[in-house]
């Protein structure tokens, strides 16, 4: 077991070294979720968090890992399958001379302690087996019951043919931390959303993904809100709409109980809807916007555009020129690190309104920070659908304005006067 666990080791390594986004033993819950997109996009294998979770040593096991895991871990860092990675890490001549310096005299009094070891793991493994499912078997369908926020959805599902020690949960979205246990008797479950966006709900059986559906909750128009470690606070339409821009001041956050200067305050914009048609591959997104606001407890003045897609986001932060080492770009799956990358053009002098620029054409994305080229990402095929366009701010911020193009054509615009 310590040698496999050793080789797992090896292996992530490996995959450390190929998706850059720092050591595995400072990743979350949102880094495991990069790790399973990506692998997902390479091999066609889904392998769930809490799989790579503990594949990886952050959760405990003390069982063998699946061979079909291991597979597909060693089809992803370029491998056929997880005997030829261990082949390399373990050649032939090394392991054949090993066995030749074993005495055949220890196997007078290993094989009777073998066969009492494999009858124990023989009995172990029937007891503790777990069946593989044919998803196909199984029915899952999603509705919300509103088009506002908080929305509650409705899941309807049939896990009625496993096992009575089979466990069946429903997962809102990536977060594992929101999966909710379900009787495999019952036919209905409900959640609600606090947030909108687009989100992959998810069926799981003893930890495996069964079957995925799409969640849509859109906002009605622009919404703002104050971001909690909890529940979101819901801003009314005088309290952000303020000489026609989208703007939260100090004086909005003091009326919900919230003071900028005695603790960090986080306030997002969304606009989650459905534009008609427009995709990663051929967009123009502009932005004019401002974080208005800096103490000693918000230094950074951090801003962050979020363009929503159905397959994920594109993050675009910027913040003062002195705090861009923390801050981190993210588009189609690859995540930019600015303690590892040179991030310079998104720090940003706020004494007036800063221009994002995200133009994506021919297969390229370029990111422009006041009408100069900041940085680019490949564009993969197949395109994805855009549904959305979040802003956040560290403290206050404004919008004075924002457009979106497709195939140039305009679908949306805010604040821009004829």
């Known amino acids: 077991m310590e040698n496999f666990k050793k080789h797992i080791s090896l292996c992530f390594e490996r995959i450390e070294r190929k998706l850059s986004i720092g050591s595995i033993d400072n990743w979350d819950t949102k880094d495991f979720q990069i790790l399973s997109d990506s692998v997902y996009k390479e091999t066609g294998t889904l392998l769930s968090i809490s799989t790579l979770k503990r594949l990886s040593g952050r959760v405990n096991y003390r069982s063998k890992p699946n061979r079909s895991s291991l597979d597909t871990l060693a089809k992803y860092i370029g491998y056929d399958n997880w005997r030829m990675f261990l082949l390399e890490m373990e050649p032939v001549n090394y392991i054949e001379t090993q066995r030749k310096e074993k005495s055949w005299k220890w196997f007078i009094y290993v094989i009777p302690i073998l066969l009492v070891i494999l009858a124990i793991s023989i009995f172990h493994f029937f007891e503790n087996s777990t069946t593989i499912y044919d998803p196909s078997d199984f029915k899952f369908s999603v509705k919300s019951v509103t088009t506002g926020l908080p929305n509650s959805v409705i899941f309807k599902y049939d896990a009625s ?4 020690k089979d466990k069946v949960e429903i997962q809102q979205d990536w977060d594992e931390r929101k999966r909710v246990i ?7 479950s409900t959640s609600i959303y606090y947030h909108p966006g687009f989100f992959k709900s998810k069926l799981v059986v003893n930890d495996s993904i069964i079957k995925e559906k799409n969640v849509f909750i859109p906002s009605n128009d622009w919404m703002a809100t104050i971001e909690t470690d909890s529940l979101p606070i819901y801003l009314n339409n005088e309290d952000f709409r303020i000489d026609g821009e989208l703007s939260v001041r100090t004086e909005s956050l003091k009326k919900y109980g919230k003071d900028p200067f005695e603790s960090k305050t986080l306030v997002g914009f969304y606009q989650i809807r459905d534009f008609g048609g427009v995709y990663t591959d051929d967009f123009e997104l502009t932005a004019l916007l401002k974080n208005n606001f800096k103490s000693g ?3 950074c003045q951090g801003a962050q555009v979020t363009i929503v897609s159905e397959v994920g986001p594109i993050v675009v932060p910027i913040c003062n020129k002195g705090c861009i080492s923390d801050i981190s770009l993210f ?6 690190d600015g303690k590892k990358n040179d991030l310079e053009n998104f720090g940003v002098d706020y004494t007036d309104y800063v221009q994002l620029k995200c133009v994506s054409k021919d297969q390229e994305l370029v990111i422009f920070v006041n009408e100069e080229p900041a940085y680019s990402f490949n564009v993969p095929n197949p395109k994805s659908k855009i549904i959305g366009v979040c802003i956040f701010f560290e403290g206050t911020g404004s919008i004075k304005n924002i457009k979106l193009t497709g195939n140039a054509r305009e679908v949306y615009s805010f604040g821009f006067r004829g």
Do not use: L, Y
């Open 161 to 164: 043919m496993i096992g009575e």
């Open 182 to 188: 379900v009787d495999k008797n019952d036919s209905i």
């Open 297 to 299: 407890n918000t230094p």
């Open 331 to 336: 588009a189609f799956g690859e995540r930019v």
